[in-house]
């Protein structure tokens, strides 16, 4: 039973455009969301997070949206950067499971200079 | 502040063998959890630490236990390994109170590689 589901494997872009990642959840219970990038050969960075009681939140060139009716959450990063390359997860925790991350299968960014 | 340590960093084992993968936790941190990520698949939550005991488990083996250290440090243990435990096994640590990390966003270490032949 896959709770957090990053339907689209990659996604690439030019550099300067808008990437939009896409995260769907379905356990209701879920209430803190957040992103997560990865490099080959390190460990996930903690990027930008977001909590139910709102729709949106913005640091930097990143901004997550959250649509709770639709059980859905997305990345916008703006403009994107070769740097930005990376693979993404989106993560969700909630209900008892505070501190116990359940992930997305993830989503590979390619930014095109 | 130091982050979070994890070692070794790639290991090699056969299967039925035993491994032991070690982790220190950022500086300031008292939770500590382990996750197993198999290659094309997001993290999966094996278990949490938190004084030492056992805070949250996962869908995994009892032959998957740990031990967290009065510096906070912990251990992931594996017995009786298969092939399919070979992944990259990543440590991260948070802050918890009362034993809840309230959003409190997880710090990860690099990971171990592990390859069962």
Request: hydrophobic share 30%.
């Amino acid at each position: 039973d896959q709770q957090v589901k990053q339907n689209s494997p990659s996604l690439s872009v030019q550099e300067g455009r808008i990437s939009i990642l896409n995260c769907d959840y379905t356990n209701s219970m879920f209430d803190y969301f957040l992103w997560y990038k990865k490099y080959p050969a390190e460990g996930p960075t903690f990027l930008i997070s977001i909590s139910s009681i709102k729709d949106k939140n913005e640091d930097g060139r990143f901004t997550v949206f959250l649509n709770k009716s639709a059980k859905h959450l997305s990345l916008h990063i703006v403009p994107s950067q070769p740097g930005d390359s990376a693979v993404y997860f989106c993560a969700a925790e909630g209900g008892t499971s505070y501190g116990k991350l359940t992930f997305g299968q993830g989503t590979i960014l390619t930014v095109h200079p | 502040e130091t982050g979070v340590t994890q070692s070794p960093t790639h290991l090699i084992k056969t299967r039925g063998q035993q491994v032991t993968l070690r982790c220190s936790s950022q500086s300031g941190h008292n939770t500590v959890s382990w996750y197993q990520q198999a290659l094309g698949q997001g993290p999966q939550f094996i278990f949490q630490y938190y004084r030492e005991e056992e805070n949250g488990r996962g869908n995994f083996p009892p032959r998957f236990s740990g031990l967290q250290f009065p510096n906070y440090s912990s251990e992931l243990n594996v017995n009786a390994l298969e092939l399919d435990d070979s992944a990259l096994y990543l440590c991260a640590s948070s802050m918890a109170v009362g034993g809840i990390s309230y959003n409190s966003p997880l710090h990860f270490g690099n990971g171990t590689r592990l390859t069962v032949t």
